[in-house]
């Protein structure tokens, strides 16, 4: 909910430290806060607090062509309200069971049939239940929304797949349950939509009371003050410095029709608005020269179109940081070996990183990225320093199956063959954990570190000593009971067939991995952290380099353990 809209509300709730008789005697005030409220983007359907009563249902529009104010001025509708099996006996009809609405019986004829928004629900004879404030489950269906506990509300993905915030249930936190202010917020024109669609508006019944306790000995005599206009009704009374009260209703119309929203879709599809950026490209298809274009469709051809203009496949390169963003969000994106998704928002079909560490793909997937996530993607747009990766040209140019080891893949399909059917010293690992382990993109000891870290979460923290102990138990081995894990591993490979040389090579690359833990904690030994960096650029170029041929020897560690250690 936005701070102005809560702070509007506790405004309206709560007497103020300072000009408490001022307020005391202004209720009519909360009505024009109220109006405010409702022209906002967000719209409050329901809130309640020490001075405050705010309750919204969705009313057939004939039924307020005109509005009777009178009639809607005797409404009586609880919180609580809700659909309710019914048992009545009487009325020459004997006993009888239905289903009875919530508004069945509002108290004025102008709500019947209406739809009620929110319900206050309460475990009567349960002690410390905190009644729960739940939502239409037409509304929250219609609108596609799915309650969010962490941000407590109903949800959506937008267009950038991003989690919006659609209808807001807020509640006060407040040791005096006396003061505690509860309430619903909703997006205008979601609400505006479903209005729009149902042929209903928006009636608000508002009581707005404000007292003290102590100088207060009830209302004056006399006829209430009305004010009345065709979508605000409401009475009052004040009594100076001391009290005063305001309560009515006010309804909310829209001016949206089901073929504006008609309209609305139809421009949303209208590829003619649509934006592309430009990028350098290799066109492959012009003698391989380095050209910038447009990655619009009007800008680009496929294969079998006749055209001088540049094929979609023309690869485009980047600085290999443009991966970092989506690594770093695994909330948000699926990020694969060769290609990134967006919840519910897009999907990059394909990318891989060349022997010069830069990132490519073709220019027609780039096309298919929303327009601001190609601004992402051109700032890191440059010149190839090489040729496309060997893989990517196997597989996208040829058609064929590569023939390009990818050895952290074959870490992490071992990985999954021995979670399928766990032995009794691995300890599963899971698809997440899993697919939470990638190649650094970069060669930032940064990126290289967490690798690290996840690398030996999945492999090193797999292995159980309890399970190991039993296999050397059984072949009479022998083992110290402070071994940790690797060493335990060590003599339970040896204790079932293999020498203790193979044991100990089985396993070296296990600890080497587990070795580079702590340098590779950002907060770790300084001095280590930088040896280690030192030694894995020094020996094999960059970071990403020394990361696959730890992968390399892994892979090959652990179809060792595999075949050796009984399952």
């Not at 979601?190 to 207060?216: E, K, N, P, Q």
């Not at 590569?402 to 032995?423: C, G, H, M, N, W």
Request: negative net charge; proline residues 5%.
């Amino acid at each position: 909910m936005p701070k102005s809209t809560l702070d509007k509300l506790l405004s309206i709730a709560r007497i103020p430290d300072q000009n408490r008789g001022e307020w005391l005697e202004s209720a009519d005030q909360s009505v024009e806060i109220l109006e405010d409220i409702l022209k906002a983007d967000e719209i409050v359907i329901y809130a309640s607090g020490p001075h405050m009563l705010i309750h919204s249902v969705l009313t057939p529009n004939e039924l307020l062509d005109p509005p009777d104010h009178a009639d809607l001025d005797r409404a009586y509708i609880m919180p609580d309200d809700s659909w309710i099996i019914q048992r009545a006996y009487g009325g020459g009809e004997g006993h009888r069971v239905y289903l009875q609405p919530p508004l069945d019986h509002p108290g004025c004829k102008s709500l019947v049939g209406s739809e009620k928004l929110v319900f206050v629900r309460s475990f009567e004879g349960v002690k410390d239940y905190e009644p729960t404030i739940e939502i239409s489950q037409k509304l929250v269906h219609a609108l596609g929304l799915y309650f969010v506990d962490e941000r407590n509300a109903y949800c959506r993905l937008n267009d950038r797949g991003d989690i919006e915030s659609i209808i807001s249930v807020y509640r006060d936190v407040t040791h005096d349950p006396r003061q505690q202010v509860r309430a619903v917020t909703i997006r205008s024109h979601d609400l505006a939509s479903y209005m729009a669609l149902t042929g209903t508006s928006l009636v608000s019944l508002f009581d707005f009371t404000r007292f003290a306790m102590g100088g207060f000995n009830g209302w004056p005599e006399g006829a209430e003050d009305v004010f009345e206009t065709r979508d605000l009704f409401y009475k009052q009374r004040k009594v100076p410095q001391h009290a005063s009260y305001v309560n009515g209703q006010v309804i909310l119309r829209t001016n949206l029709t089901p073929e504006a929203l008609a309209e609305e879709w139809k421009a949303e599809e209208d590829k003619s608005r649509l934006k592309y950026a430009s990028f350098l490209i290799i066109d492959r298809k012009n003698g391989h020269q380095l050209i910038e274009t447009s990655c619009s469709p009007d800008h680009i051809v496929n294969y079998f179109t006749e055209s001088d203009l540049p094929w979609e496949i023309s690869p485009a390169f980047f600085r290999p940081e443009v991966l970092q963003k989506y690594k770093s969000d695994p909330e948000k994106y699926t990020f694969g070996d060769r290609s990134i998704n967006c919840r519910g928002a897009w999907h990059l079909k394909t990318y891989d990183i060349n022997e010069a560490g830069q990132v490519h793909t073709y220019i027609g997937y780039l096309a298919a990225l929303p327009y601001d996530e190609q601004l992402y993607w051109q700032s890191f747009n440059e010149k190839p320093k090489a040729e496309i990766s060997e893989r990517a040209y196997q597989t996208d140019i040829l058609g064929a199956f590569t023939t390009t080891d990818d050895f952290l893949e074959d870490v992490k399909r071992i990985i999954a063959e021995l979670d399928q059917d766990s032995p009794s010293w691995w300890k599963m690992r899971g698809s997440e954990m899993r697919d939470a382990v990638h190649y650094p993109v970069t060669d930032s000891s940064s990126e290289w570190g967490d690798e690290i870290l996840a690398l030996d979460h999945l492999v090193v923290e797999g292995f159980l000593v309890r399970g190991l102990r039993a296999i050397i138990d059984a072949n009479t081995g022998v083992y110290e009971r402070d071994w940790g894990s690797l060493k335990v591993l060590e003599v339970a490979l040896a204790s079932t067939g293999r020498t203790e040389d193979q044991a100990q090579n089985a396993v070296a690359p296990l600890r080497e991995l587990h070795a580079l833990r702590n340098p590779a904690k950002a907060h770790g030994d300084p001095k280590g952290r930088r040896l280690a960096i030192a030694t894995a650029r020094k020996r094999h170029g960059t970071l990403r380099n020394h990361f696959s041929d730890l992968s390399q020897r892994l892979a090959a560690s652990l179809n060792v353990i595999k075949a050796t250690l009984p399952k």
